[in-house]
């Protein structure tokens, strides 16, 4: 067989060499040992929560060895294609902090390795599909839909493997005539691959996380370019990586299975194979057992859920890394307030069998790094947030920027920082109270405490109160005298040693003031709240409280 005339008859508008090719994509120039990575998404809308632990992946091993991290649009599945899915992709991992050196942009394309939209890049695939064909190693398929079906059909009586391998690949080695004849007579044909593998042969490969692996040779004819021209992904992204200049890629592991064919690609185009990294998916507790997050069952798997709740982007990064590195969680004990960027991400320590989705954790994490922020980042940051997603709050937050400020400094900085807030959307309940449209009381005073105890507690600190204290020990000293005025024990110890001569002791008579002031049982210290509301808001509190006091058995007030 000519294999050269058959090329030149299923490609006589390819003029361009391999080559020439080649030549458009020169080695990059970058610094010994670094990594080319990418994520390659479909633009099928169909991007989650999970696919983000395979871009993480890819973002660190390049950033971190001074490489290049770039984004491939991998859209030869037009049928499959959401509009705008790619403006929404590229907006979200923005959010995540993931930014890329060079690839697919919404305003077009940025980088000399482009396009990077798949099908733009049809003329390059058929140069490369034209040699293959040239050498032999791939050929025409005038197979029809139904005379694939019914090859299925007669591989499940015989109860033999389905593709098209072997003694099934019809048209493997259709004489040249006959080929000539079937494309005159406008025939559509896919492009395949000639296998010369074997599924009694396995082969070795060593996968960066995985490990040594075995797997079974491929034995099929797939197809290399549909009847439209348009390449499918196996050979796209072959001839992608080569050219792009890949060195490690890292996908989803349910791509183990067709890599025994992409390896036979990139040795019959005579390429060096990248790196592969095949990610497990990530896992979520459904009862008691473990199954694969998914986009239809797990909220948590959109990626907007978590930007929605107010997770700050920090936390996420860290969650993630600390699931994808097992080391992660004891280097950040020991590196309290780096970056997470300085950890060294490594794929050896990552696991094999898929990571299991930890709310909690990644709660924890989120109330660290909150706790770590200065107030003026917090402010920046949930104000960020709420102007998006809870403008009413956003309102009230941004009218006195110095008073939020104060608010979101209690119980900041130092070595034990508050760490009362997981999500931005839990600010309001805990600082809602400092805001009179939001101040919602429940007046529950402590047990024990008569209607006319708590009334007397109330005016009385509404009389001493003054919003100048020199320090927190300034004011506690005067609540505890004025417990001790009103028969208060002023020391909760000495109260146990004999309670039946108090009335009760100075926490009493602080929930007492927290409750009028505050509208519930907990807050934040209470004489930062009271110094940062003043006086006037203080005492008007304090007699909306004493108002609203139930009428009991006393007529203190
Ligand atoms: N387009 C493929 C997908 O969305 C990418 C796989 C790869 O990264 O090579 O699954």
């Known amino acids: 067989m000519d294999y050269n005339k058959l090329a030149e008859l299923l490609f006589p508008k390819v ?4 080559d020439e090719i080649e030549a458009k994509f020169p080695q990059r120039d970058l610094p010994q040992g670094a990594f080319v990575t990418r994520f390659a998404p479909s633009p099928t809308g169909s991007i989650h929560f999970g696919n983000l632990f395979a871009v993480f992946t890819s973002e ?30 590229i907006d979200l991992l923005a959010n995540y902090g993931i930014n890329f050196d060079e690839g697919a942009l919404i305003e077009g394309d940025n ?67 006959e080929v000539e004849r079937a494309i005159s007579e ?12 074997s599924a009694d042969k396995k ?72 790196k592969y990294l095949h990610i497990s998916p990530l896992m979520i507790m459904d009862g008691d057992s473990k199954r694969k997050l998914s986009k239809r069952k797990d909220p948590e798997a959109s990626l907007t859920f978590f930007r929605e709740k107010g997770y700050p982007v920090a936390a996420m990064r860290e969650y993630i890394l600390s699931t994808l590195n097992s080391n ?63 403008r009413g709050f956003y309102g009230l937050m941004s009218e006195d920027p110095d008073y939020m400020k104060a608010i979101l400094n209690i119980g900041r900085g130092g070595k034990k920082p508050r760490k009362d807030i997981t999500v931005w959307s839990d600010l ?14 429940d007046y529950t005073y402590p047990e024990g405490l008569d209607r006319g105890g708590i009334a007397q507690i109330i005016r009385e600190y509404g009389l001493m109160f003054t919003g100048e204290y020199e320090d927190q020990n300034g004011w506690f000293d005067e ?27 100075v926490g009493d008579v602080s929930m007492v003031i927290r409750v009028a002031v505050c509208g519930r049982q907990q807050s934040p210290d209470l004489y930062e709240v009271t110094r940062i509301m003043g006086e006037k808001m203080v005492k008007n509190r304090l007699k909306a409280a004493a108002e609203q006091l139930p009428y009991g058995t006393d007529s203190g007030v």
């Open 479 to 505: 609540v505890k005298a004025l417990s001790e005025r009103l028969g208060f024990c002023p020391d909760t110890k000495r109260y146990k040693q004999e309670p039946e001569r108090w009335k009760g002791h």
């Open 60 to 89: 660190r091993l390049a950033h971190q060895s001074g490489g290049v991290f770039y984004l491939r649009i991998e859209d030869t599945d037009q049928k499959r294609e959401v509009e705008g899915a790619v403006e929404v992709l």
């Open 428 to 441: 309001k309940e805990y600082a809602g109270f400092f805001f009179e449209p939001l101040f919602a009381p």
């Open 15 to 18: 003029e361009c060499s391999p």
């Open 328 to 390: 992660f969680e004891e280097w950040r004990s020991a590196n309290q307030d780096a970056p997470a960027e300085d950890f060294r991400f490594s794929p050896k320590k990552m696991s094999v069998s898929g990571a299991l989705f930890d709310r909690d954790k990644l709660n924890d994490i989120s109330k660290n790094v909150i706790s770590r922020l200065t107030a003026d980042e917090v402010y920046k940051l949930a104000g960020e947030w709420a102007y998006e997603f809870d």
């Open 111 to 177: 980088g000399s390795y482009g396009p990077y939209r798949q099908r733009s890049r049809k003329d390059i695939y058929h140069v490369f599909a034209k040699r293959l064909v040239a050498e032999g190693k791939a050929y025409p398929c005038f197979c029809s839909e139904e005379e694939l079906n019914s090859i299925r059909e007669r591989q499940e009586e015989e109860k033999a493997n389905f593709g098209y391998y072997g003694k099934w690949a019809k048209h493997r080695d259709m004489p040249l005539a």
């Open 203 to 274: 082969l070795r490969f060593t996968d960066l996380v995985k490990g040594d692996l075995e797997v079974t040779e491929n034995d099929a004819d797939y197809v290399l370019l549909k009847s439209d021209g348009i390449p499918t992904y196996h050979f796209a992204h072959v001839v992608d990586d080569h050219l792009m200049k890949t060195t490690h890629v890292v996908r989803g592991d349910e791509w183990l299975s067709t890599l025994p064919f992409h390896i036979q690609l990139f040795a019959a185009l005579g390429w060096k194979l990248p």
């Open 186 to 197: 406008g025939k559509a044909y896919t492009v395949r691959f000639r296998s010369e593998g």
